[in-house]
Nanobody
Framework: QAQLVESGGGLVQAGGSLRLSCAASGRTFGDYAMGWFRQAPGKKREFVATISWDSTRINYADSAKGRFTISRDNARNALYLQMNSLKPEDTAVYYC????????????????WGQGTQVTVSS
């Protein structure tokens, strides 16, 4: 059974940093694209960043560019999101996702999902 477990969320002041981790198990996630999405209260889930299976192709939402860095360690079946210069508008539940078949980007409708980790940024 494929499973994704996020960790690293918490409460941080504006301007601070957090590093999210996603531990994957149940399949060889290193062969597929993975990514981070987030959902703020009252809003739809939105894309944050994706990374291809070999880390050569990375995409960020405009809101994440220059502040967030996605990375993966296929040997450890792990995905990371380093978040710097956090803003109150970054407050959301952050979800790890792994595409079921794609190797370059994550398609939300065909992905495995974690349960999410809460990130709260105070002003």
């Amino acid at each position: 059974q494929a499973q994704l477990v996020e960790s690293g969320g918490g409460l941080v002041q504006a301007g601070g940093s957090l590093r999210l981790s996603c531990a994957a198990s149940g399949r060889t996630f290193g062969d597929y694209a993975m990514g981070w999405f987030r959902q703020a209260p009252g809003k739809k889930r939105e894309f944050v960043a994706t990374i291809s299976w070999d880390s050569t192709r990375i995409n960020y939402a405009d809101s994440a560019k220059g502040r967030f860095t996605i990375s993966r360690d296929n040997a450890r079946n792990a995905l990371y999101l380093q978040m710097n210069s956090l803003k109150p508008e970054d407050t959301a539940v952050y979800y790890c996702a792994a595409d079921k078949t794609g190797r370059v980007v994550v398609t939300p409708l065909s992905a495995f999902w974690g349960q999410g980790t809460q990130v709260t940024v105070s002003s």
